[in-house]
Protein backbone atom coordinates (compact mmCIF):
# COMPACT_ATOMS: atom_id res chain seq x y z
CA UNK A 1 0.00 0.00 0.00
CA UNK A 2 1.28 3.39 -0.91
CA UNK A 3 1.71 6.48 1.56
CA UNK A 4 0.10 9.47 2.02
CA UNK A 5 2.33 12.76 1.77
CA UNK A 6 1.43 13.31 5.21
CA UNK A 7 2.68 9.43 6.21
CA UNK A 8 5.84 10.28 3.74
CA UNK A 9 6.52 14.14 5.81
CA UNK A 10 6.27 12.23 9.72
CA UNK A 11 8.58 9.19 8.61
CA UNK A 12 11.49 12.18 7.36
CA UNK A 13 10.87 14.38 10.94
CA UNK A 14 11.80 10.75 12.60
CA UNK A 15 15.34 11.22 11.32
CA UNK A 16 15.58 14.61 12.54
CA UNK A 17 16.80 14.86 16.20
CA UNK A 18 13.75 15.90 18.66
CA UNK A 19 15.61 19.24 19.72
CA UNK A 20 15.40 20.38 15.95
CA UNK A 21 12.41 18.89 15.09
CA UNK A 22 9.95 21.53 15.59
CA UNK A 23 12.43 23.98 13.47
CA UNK A 24 12.70 21.67 11.22
CA UNK A 25 8.89 20.89 10.30
CA UNK A 26 8.29 24.61 10.02
CA UNK A 27 11.71 25.25 7.75
CA UNK A 28 9.85 22.34 5.51
CA UNK A 29 6.56 23.00 5.73
CA UNK A 30 7.37 26.71 4.60
CA UNK A 31 8.76 25.25 1.54
CA UNK A 32 5.74 23.54 0.76
CA UNK A 33 3.59 26.26 1.65
CA UNK A 34 4.61 29.93 1.06
CA UNK A 35 3.37 32.24 3.08
CA UNK A 36 3.07 30.31 6.53
CA UNK A 37 4.94 31.64 9.25
CA UNK A 38 3.93 29.17 12.19
CA UNK A 39 2.96 25.72 12.11
CA UNK A 40 -0.36 26.70 13.49
CA UNK A 41 -0.95 28.09 10.05
CA UNK A 42 0.33 25.36 7.94
CA UNK A 43 -1.66 22.78 10.50
CA UNK A 44 -4.75 24.62 9.24
CA UNK A 45 -3.71 25.09 5.89
CA UNK A 46 -3.34 21.39 5.45
CA UNK A 47 -6.58 20.23 7.96
CA UNK A 48 -8.75 19.78 5.16
CA UNK A 49 -6.45 18.97 2.16
CA UNK A 50 -7.11 15.60 0.86
CA UNK A 51 -3.97 15.92 -1.50
CA UNK A 52 -1.68 15.94 1.98
CA UNK A 53 -3.90 12.95 3.89
CA UNK A 54 -5.01 10.81 0.93
CA UNK A 55 -3.00 7.84 -0.82
CA UNK A 56 -2.06 8.64 -4.11
CA UNK A 57 -4.97 5.80 -4.80
CA UNK A 58 -7.13 7.55 -2.93
CA UNK A 59 -7.42 10.76 -4.88
CA UNK A 60 -9.50 10.73 -7.14
CA UNK A 61 -9.03 13.77 -10.58
CA UNK A 62 -9.73 14.20 -13.84
CA UNK A 63 -8.77 11.78 -16.17
CA UNK A 64 -9.58 10.64 -19.71
CA UNK A 65 -11.64 7.40 -18.51
CA UNK A 66 -15.50 7.14 -17.93
CA UNK A 67 -15.58 5.31 -14.80
CA UNK A 68 -12.96 4.92 -11.88
CA UNK A 69 -13.29 1.81 -9.82
CA UNK A 70 -12.25 2.17 -5.89
CA UNK A 71 -12.82 -1.85 -5.46
CA UNK A 72 -11.45 -2.61 -1.72
CA UNK A 73 -12.39 -4.17 1.57
CA UNK A 74 -12.98 -2.84 4.93
CA UNK A 75 -10.37 -0.58 5.80
CA UNK A 76 -9.00 1.04 2.85
CA UNK A 77 -10.90 4.33 3.20
CA UNK A 78 -13.40 4.18 0.10
CA UNK A 79 -15.68 6.32 1.59
CA UNK A 80 -13.28 9.17 2.66
CA UNK A 81 -12.01 8.56 -1.09
CA UNK A 82 -15.80 8.89 -2.30
CA UNK A 83 -16.13 12.10 -0.13
CA UNK A 84 -13.27 13.76 -0.83
CA UNK A 85 -13.88 13.20 -4.96
CA UNK A 86 -17.05 14.61 -4.63
CA UNK A 87 -15.98 18.10 -2.49
CA UNK A 88 -12.92 18.22 -4.92
CA UNK A 89 -16.28 17.98 -8.20
CA UNK A 90 -18.38 20.94 -6.00
CA UNK A 91 -15.59 23.08 -6.33
CA UNK A 92 -15.21 22.36 -9.82
CA UNK A 93 -18.65 22.95 -11.97
CA UNK A 94 -17.03 22.50 -15.19
CA UNK A 95 -16.34 18.56 -14.81
CA UNK A 96 -20.29 17.86 -13.63
CA UNK A 97 -21.79 19.72 -16.81
CA UNK A 98 -21.02 23.50 -15.46
CA UNK A 99 -20.73 26.43 -17.97
CA UNK A 100 -17.23 27.04 -18.20
CA UNK A 101 -16.01 30.36 -16.72
CA UNK A 102 -15.60 33.18 -19.85
CA UNK A 103 -13.30 34.94 -17.39
CA UNK A 104 -12.57 35.71 -13.56
CA UNK A 105 -15.78 38.04 -13.15
CA UNK A 106 -17.93 35.26 -15.06
CA UNK A 107 -20.97 35.36 -12.83
CA UNK A 108 -22.74 32.64 -15.33
CA UNK A 109 -19.48 30.25 -14.44
CA UNK A 110 -21.17 26.80 -13.36
CA UNK A 111 -24.30 26.81 -14.75
CA UNK A 112 -25.82 24.02 -15.18
CA UNK A 113 -23.69 22.17 -12.96
CA UNK A 114 -25.40 18.69 -11.70
CA UNK A 115 -23.79 15.53 -10.07
CA UNK A 116 -25.49 12.25 -8.09
CA UNK A 117 -24.73 10.74 -5.28
CA UNK A 118 -26.13 7.43 -5.24
CA UNK A 119 -26.09 5.00 -2.15
CA UNK A 120 -27.22 1.44 -1.44
CA UNK A 121 -30.21 2.43 0.69
CA UNK A 122 -31.54 6.42 1.63
CA UNK A 123 -29.79 6.25 4.98
CA UNK A 124 -26.68 5.03 3.42
CA UNK A 125 -26.82 8.23 1.28
CA UNK A 126 -28.18 10.38 3.76
CA UNK A 127 -25.82 9.11 6.79
CA UNK A 128 -22.88 7.65 5.37
CA UNK A 129 -21.95 9.98 1.78
CA UNK A 130 -23.06 13.28 3.38
CA UNK A 131 -22.87 13.47 6.95
CA UNK A 132 -20.73 11.41 8.44
CA UNK A 133 -18.73 12.14 4.64
CA UNK A 134 -18.83 15.08 2.44
CA UNK A 135 -19.95 17.30 5.64
CA UNK A 136 -17.94 15.93 7.87
CA UNK A 137 -14.50 16.52 5.48
CA UNK A 138 -15.50 19.64 3.55
CA UNK A 139 -13.75 22.93 5.04
CA UNK A 140 -16.08 24.84 6.71
CA UNK A 141 -15.74 27.70 4.46
CA UNK A 142 -16.88 25.92 1.58
CA UNK A 143 -19.49 23.54 2.99
CA UNK A 144 -22.33 22.92 0.68
CA UNK A 145 -25.94 23.56 1.63
CA UNK A 146 -27.93 20.44 2.95
CA UNK A 147 -31.28 20.63 1.95
CA UNK A 148 -32.44 16.57 2.89
CA UNK A 149 -35.74 16.86 2.24
CA UNK A 150 -35.31 17.85 -1.04
CA UNK A 151 -32.12 15.57 -1.58
CA UNK A 152 -30.04 17.91 -2.70
CA UNK A 153 -26.29 19.23 -1.55
CA UNK A 154 -25.95 22.96 -3.20
CA UNK A 155 -22.15 23.93 -3.29
CA UNK A 156 -20.77 27.23 -2.55
CA UNK A 157 -20.26 27.26 -6.68
CA UNK A 158 -23.63 26.77 -7.46
CA UNK A 159 -23.34 23.02 -8.08
CA UNK A 160 -26.15 20.74 -7.96
CA UNK A 161 -25.60 17.38 -6.46
CA UNK A 162 -28.80 15.33 -6.63
CA UNK A 163 -29.25 12.05 -3.80
CA UNK A 164 -30.02 8.99 -4.86
CA UNK A 165 -31.17 5.25 -3.18
CA UNK A 166 -30.17 2.87 -5.12
CA UNK A 167 -33.26 0.34 -3.38
CA UNK A 168 -35.48 2.86 -5.68
CA UNK A 169 -34.03 2.94 -8.98
CA UNK A 170 -36.87 5.06 -9.82
CA UNK A 171 -35.35 8.07 -7.62
CA UNK A 172 -32.36 8.03 -10.84
CA UNK A 173 -35.19 9.47 -12.80
CA UNK A 174 -34.83 13.37 -13.37
CA UNK A 175 -32.11 15.47 -14.09
CA UNK A 176 -29.63 14.36 -16.10
CA UNK A 177 -25.57 14.95 -14.61
CA UNK A 178 -22.46 14.72 -15.33
CA UNK A 179 -20.11 13.14 -12.57
CA UNK A 180 -21.92 10.74 -9.75
CA UNK A 181 -20.34 8.85 -6.74
CA UNK A 182 -22.31 5.36 -6.65
CA UNK A 183 -21.17 3.68 -2.95
CA UNK A 184 -21.36 0.30 -2.25
CA UNK A 185 -22.59 -0.82 -5.94
CA UNK A 186 -22.01 -4.74 -5.62
CA UNK A 187 -24.36 -4.45 -2.85
CA UNK A 188 -26.79 -2.51 -4.58
CA UNK A 189 -30.20 -4.92 -3.86
CA UNK A 190 -31.80 -3.91 -7.54
CA UNK A 191 -28.04 -3.72 -8.64
CA UNK A 192 -29.31 -4.27 -12.45
CA UNK A 193 -32.25 -1.69 -12.56
CA UNK A 194 -30.62 0.81 -10.74
CA UNK A 195 -27.17 0.89 -12.32
CA UNK A 196 -29.61 1.05 -15.45
CA UNK A 197 -31.39 3.93 -14.40
CA UNK A 198 -27.52 5.44 -12.94
CA UNK A 199 -26.07 5.32 -16.45
CA UNK A 200 -28.82 6.51 -18.53
CA UNK A 201 -28.94 10.20 -16.75
CA UNK A 202 -25.00 10.38 -16.66
CA UNK A 203 -24.99 12.32 -19.53
CA UNK A 204 -24.55 15.77 -19.83
CA UNK A 205 -20.98 17.31 -19.84
CA UNK A 206 -19.23 20.55 -20.34
CA UNK A 207 -16.82 21.23 -23.66
CA UNK A 208 -13.74 19.41 -23.59
CA UNK A 209 -15.46 16.88 -20.58
CA UNK A 210 -17.16 13.97 -20.85
CA UNK A 211 -19.49 12.32 -17.78
CA UNK A 212 -17.52 10.85 -15.21
CA UNK A 213 -17.99 8.66 -12.00
CA UNK A 214 -16.06 7.14 -9.21
CA UNK A 215 -17.71 3.85 -8.43
CA UNK A 216 -16.24 2.81 -4.76
CA UNK A 217 -17.42 -0.86 -3.60
CA UNK A 218 -16.13 -3.80 -1.40
CA UNK A 219 -15.68 -6.71 -3.95
CA UNK A 220 -18.74 -9.13 -5.25
CA UNK A 221 -19.24 -11.53 -7.23
CA UNK A 222 -21.78 -10.21 -9.45
CA UNK A 223 -21.84 -10.35 -13.20
CA UNK A 224 -22.39 -6.76 -13.37
CA UNK A 225 -19.59 -5.90 -11.12
CA UNK A 226 -16.78 -8.22 -12.89
CA UNK A 227 -17.94 -6.20 -16.36
CA UNK A 228 -17.15 -3.09 -14.63
CA UNK A 229 -13.89 -4.09 -13.19
CA UNK A 230 -12.99 -5.56 -16.60
CA UNK A 231 -13.90 -2.33 -18.37
CA UNK A 232 -12.13 -0.43 -16.17
CA UNK A 233 -8.86 -2.30 -16.46
CA UNK A 234 -9.05 -2.50 -20.59
CA UNK A 235 -7.95 0.84 -20.40
CA UNK A 236 -9.53 3.00 -17.66
CA UNK A 237 -7.12 2.71 -14.19
CA UNK A 238 -8.50 0.70 -11.86
CA UNK A 239 -7.67 2.15 -8.46
Not at 174 to 190: I, Q, T, V
Amino acid sequence: MSESQAEIFAEYLETIPPELREAETLAALQDLLPGVETLGQAEAQLQHDWSWWGRPEQIWRPGPETYTLALAGRGWGKSAAGAHAALYVMQHPELCGGRVAEGEDDEAAGEGAVMAIAGRTTNDGNQTMIEEGIMAYCDPALRPEWRKSDRLLVSSCGVRCRIMSADVPESFRGPNFGWGWPDELAHWRRLKQAWKQFKFTHRIASPGHHPRAFITTTPLGLPDVIELAWQCSEGQPVK
